[in-house]
Every structure is written in C-alpha cells, then in structure tokens.
C-alpha cells in the first residue's frame, strides 16, 4: 500500500503533530551528519528529537560536523572506510562530487521503493534544479534552502536621512559615508572570506558568469570566468571601501564575526542568509533595531534571481534496507507542513515547497513581526527565470575554488594586489583545480 503525504499539497494544518513516547531502544537506528553548528545546529538536534517522538519505529541520530565542508570531507572519508552515514547533508558546493561519485541512492528511488508518493513538481524549481540531474530527476531531499540578504539598522539609516531599504550600491555607499561622517565607527560589517554572498550571490542578481558552460552545468570541461566580469570592479569597489573605513572587516579571525557585530550595534549594515534572520532576532541587543531586504545591485542594472543557498539531504549506499526505511520516514517527516512550518520560523530557512510557501503567506505568517522581510527571499530567488548564470554553479571541488576567490579578496583588502591580478592569478589556480577534477573523473559525464 502507498503511503501518501497528502498534506505536501495541502494547506498547513493548525492541528499540531501528535508525537507518542520514545521507546528505551529503537527498532532500527541511523545516522544523519550535517555541517551547521550553533543556533542552526540546535534546530537541527530538536527535529531529529521530534522525528523520534513521532514514531517507535526508527531512531535517527544526528552528528554535527560543524560546516559544510568538513561534513563533504568526513563523508567521503567516511564512505571509503565503509563506515558512512546513512544521511548527510551536502551544501550547494558539494553537488557536482555527489552526482559523481555513485555514492548515493537517489531520493526519488528511495521513496518510491518505501511506500511514498511525494509531489515533486510542488517544489521550487530553482531549488530543485539545483539538486536534479539534466533531466530533471532530482537526486537529493531538499532540506534548508536559503539565499543571501542585505540587513541593516533601522534607526541607523533613519539617523542619517534614509528612509526605507537601500536597493543599489550607489545608495549603500552613500549611506556609509553619511553614517561614517556621523560618528559611526563601522557603517558596513565585511567578512572578505564570505565569498558567498559577497561574489557569488552579486554575480548571479548582476547575471554575470563565474564559469564557461553555464557555469559548470554543461560539462566538467568548464573554465572559471569571474576574472572577466563585474566583479572585478566589484573587488576594486570593496578596496575603496575599505580603505576609507566604510567597510570594517568582520571575521572570526579578526575576532568578531559580521553577524555578531551587526546584531551587537556595532555595525549598521550587512550581507548575510536569509537563514540567519531567526538568529538575528534572537540575538539582536536589546535597543537594536534591524531589518532585511535583497541584495543591493548597481543602477542602471537588471536584477536578476539570485542563487539558492543551503544544502538537500543525500541517501548513501552501503546501509541496510531497515535503515533507508527509516530515512524515507525522516524525509516523509520533514515534509510535513507543519513541521516544515516549524523548520521556517525556528530558523529563517525558506519553504521548499511552493504550496508551503503559499499556505504561510494565507495564513499571515510573513505579516508578523519577528518574521516579516523573510519572503524577500523568495522575492530575490524568482525575480527572474533561473538563467545560464543564475540557475546555479556545477563545479567539481568547488570549495577549493571558494578558496581561491577567498584568497584573491584577502590579497586585494589587505595586501593592496591590483584587483585584475589578484583574481587573474585566483582563476588559473581555479582552473588547475577543476582539471585536477576532469582527469579524476575522466570519461564521465553530469547526469
């Protein structure tokens, strides 16, 4: 007999789950490893605590390997000694070493063997594209999408005049610059490791390309592009800015993260996930007023989608059949509704699902306080049709390109490298990287 998750297409139910007590020991026990850590890696220990609440049949334990990277590595280390997680979370950088190591069972597979009917058509395309092979088959649960947003202090902008969301850099800029001239001693909170939402994020909204072959989805001979674009100005912009004190790097090697420093008052303005809107709220000092909007463009610009952020759910070969049935258990959980209501507000991540997304919207939740700005996210993610240069990066290795960039950014900001050179230098070691990764899987092809 099927079992269908009817409430995946379904309006949100005000009836809470009715969880049954834990037994002492679970029939089948299984791992799950993700790569948050803090606030986020707490939501996470509560869900997987309220999964095993909800049934006796399985017991799901779960193992943060603090971030993403580390959890990419500690998998794949983990899969060659035969002792691999049933579950793990891989980020968006990890899809391309996923979809190429035939390591994985695919989720469609897996819950269709198990007794689940899913509509997968209900899920965000931009999301699910990421995660789904040329065709369309989408190998991997979507579990905590996000995208990058611009926050800033209310009271700050309106000290100085500025009333509403700054929308373009030219705005930003001149809010900084007002903001330093009144006293503010750090007007933009940058973390020139961040390359995420500080070039990555501005080349997709700018529909610039970071790679040849749309950015990687075309085939595994791809060279990187970013040093061609406009983030090479970009990264001039970021010099000058910092220079002048308008910008103030904010780190964990320099002490105090950018969020931190945003959330403390310290700084005025930031660029951050839309996941951490739940933490900021929390964590904000009392006094510190703030909000959120999409990423600024320059004028005279055409916004364009940016990219999803965050990472799905990837099944692994090797584990038993008791085990894959209690990952179709978890994944049938998670989307639930109302525990994907849940996920949402705790955290900040976005709804997978468009019926999700829809039912929140009709039921007032982005009209709250502590919420609202939250659907700018999906504002951002569907501001246009995902392009060539906006439907993601398919990269092989790419946290080792992430580096490069990091290391370019650094260069520029502290060592005074011309931009051009520092990001010339970044793409050839970029581009050895991904031959390195061609030749390791010589013959094959993206799915």
């Given at each position: 007999m099927m079992k269908t998750n009817w409430l995946l297409g379904a309006a949100l139910s005000a009836t809470a789950l009715t969880f049954v007590a834990s037994p002492a020991a679970a029939a089948t026990k299984f791992e799950f490893w993700y790569g948050l850590s803090g606030d986020l890696s707490e939501r996470v220990q509560e869900m997987c605590s309220r999964?095993?609440?909800?049934?006796?049949?399985?017991?799901?334990?779960?193992?943060?390997?603090?971030?993403?990277?580390?959890?990419?590595?500690?998998?794949?280390?983990?899969?060659?000694a035969n002792k691999q997680p049933t579950v793990t979370q891989i980020s968006d950088g990890g899809v391309v070493d996923l979809m190429l190591s035939g390591a994985f069972v695919p989720v469609r597979e897996l819950m269709e063997k198990n007794g689940y009917q899913i509509d997968w058509s209900n899920y965000f395309s931009g999301i699910s594209s990421y995660f789904s092979t040329s065709k369309g088959e989408l190998l991997a649960m979507p579990f905590n999408s996000s995208t990058a947003m611009f926050y800033y202090n209310t009271d700050a902008l309106k000290a100085v005049g500025f009333e509403g969301a700054p929308q373009t850099w030219e705005q930003v800029e001149k809010i900084a610059r007002d903001l330093k001239a009144a006293g503010y001693e750090c007007p933009i909170a940058f973390d020139p490791t961040g390359t995420?939402?500080?070039?990555?994020?501005?080349?997709?909204?700018?529909?610039?390309?970071?790679?040849?072959?749309?950015?990687?989805?075309?085939?595994?001979?791809?060279?990187?592009?970013?040093?061609?674009?406009?983030?090479?100005?970009?990264?001039?912009w970021f010099k000058k800015m910092t220079d002048e004190g308008l910008m103030v790097h904010k780190s964990k090697a320099a002490g105090e993260t950018a969020n931190d420093a945003f959330t403390a008052g310290k700084c005025q303005m930031s660029s951050s996930s839309v996941a951490d809107h739940g933490s900021f709220a929390k964590q904000a000092k009392e006094g510190v007023h703030w909000d959120v909007t999409v990423l600024p463009v320059w004028e005279g610009t055409e916004r364009h989608n940016s990219l999803v952020g965050g990472a799905a759910l990837w099944t692994l070969k090797g584990k038993t059949e008791e085990e894959y049935k209690g990952a179709a258990a978890f994944y049938n959980f998670i989307a639930l509704p109302a525990e994907a209501q849940h996920w949402s507000t705790i955290t900040g991540y976005i709804p997978v699902t468009n019926s999700g997304f829809e039912a929140m919207k009709a039921a007032g939740f982005y009209d709250a306080a502590p919420y609202k700005g939250r659907e700018l996210a999906i504002q951002s993610l569907t501001a246009t049709p995902p392009g060539e240069y906006t439907r993601g990066i398919r990269l092989g290795n790419f946290g080792a390109v992430r580096q490069e960039v990091a290391k370019a950014m650094q260069s520029v900001i502290f060592d005074g490298t011309d931009p051009q050179k520092a990001l010339d230098d970044a793409a050839a070691r970029s581009n050895e990287i991904l031959r390195k990764f061609e030749q390791t899987y010589k013959g094959q092809q993206l799915p």
């Open positions: 999964f095993n609440a909800s049934q006796a049949d399985y017991e799901i334990v779960c193992v943060s390997q603090e971030n993403y990277e580390n959890n990419l590595q500690n998998t794949i280390a983990a899969f060659r995420w939402q500080w070039f990555e994020q501005f080349s997709a909204v700018h529909n610039q390309p970071i790679a040849s072959n749309g950015n990687g989805y075309g085939g595994l001979d791809a060279v990187v592009e970013f040093n061609k674009g406009k983030f090479v100005d970009q990264l001039g």
